[in-house]
């Protein structure tokens, strides 16, 4: 376990201790670029919409087969309703076009991405033939999930960076002394942040 260093704050409110070259540095240059490249991002991330790639097989499982069935609670009503609804939109734009082949593609929203992520895996199905579609659409959804993990850890490590630069540790540091902090005891001393 690594070694915790304890700051004791003075009158002043200024830290001493081992170590301690500054204490907090809100305007760091590199926290406020890290936090302008956030801000961006966050931006970006707000207006984006997910590809998901499918087939029509897929599309005509999750609009007949799986909305059907799905198992909701409470006011997850109001996601199961308002997802079929979008979607429905979504299919009935896409039954206008003509196809070439059983592939579709469309783009989804980040809430309706997610909500009908949180739907379909956790969804309870029966029988070889619904296991096959679930499993198709499992496969399609995974994708454009795994795009949006992506920018959500991206948006995660500029936070990050940000505040090491602020404390003027490095990210392996601060993810250390965070570490710590949320593994030690109630009362325990706090690790060094500088």
């Known amino acids: 376990m690594a070694e915790l ?4 704050p003075t009158q002043n409110g200024k830290a001493e201790g081992p170590d301690v070259a500054n204490t907090f ?14 801000i961006e991002m966050q931006d970006q991330l707000a207006k984006k919409k997910y590809r998901v790639k499918t087939t029509e097989t897929t599309l005509n ?8 069935n799905v198992a909701w609670s409470g006011y997850e009503c109001y996601a199961i309703s308002e997802t079929n609804k979008e979607l429905s939109k979504i299919v009935d734009k896409l039954n206008t ?19 009908l992520f949180h739907f379909v895996k956790s969804h ?8 096959t579609g679930h499993r198709s ?17 991206d948006l995660r490590n500029l936070a990050l960076e940000a505040e090491a630069a602020k404390h003027g540790i490095t990210v392996e540091e601060y993810k250390k002394a965070a ?8 009362g325990a001393p706090q690790p060094n942040l500088r």
């Not at 070439?100 to 909500?115: D, I």
């Open 124 to 131: 309870t199905g029966t029988g070889l033939e619904s296991a």
């Open 25 to 38: 540095n809100e305007y760091d240059p590199k926290a406020m670029e890290a936090e302008k490249a956030m």
């Open 97 to 115: 076009k003509e196809h070439k082949n059983e592939k579709r593609s469309f783009t989804l929203k980040v809430e309706l991405l997610e909500a």
């Open 179 to 186: 570490d710590a902090m949320h593994s030690a005891p109630q």
């Open 61 to 68: 499982y999750l609009m007949n087969d799986f909305f059907n």
């Open 137 to 153: 659409l499992c496969e399609d959804l995974s994708v454009p999930m795994s795009d949006l993990n992506k920018d959500r850890t």
């Open 5 to 8: 260093k304890v700051v004791e």
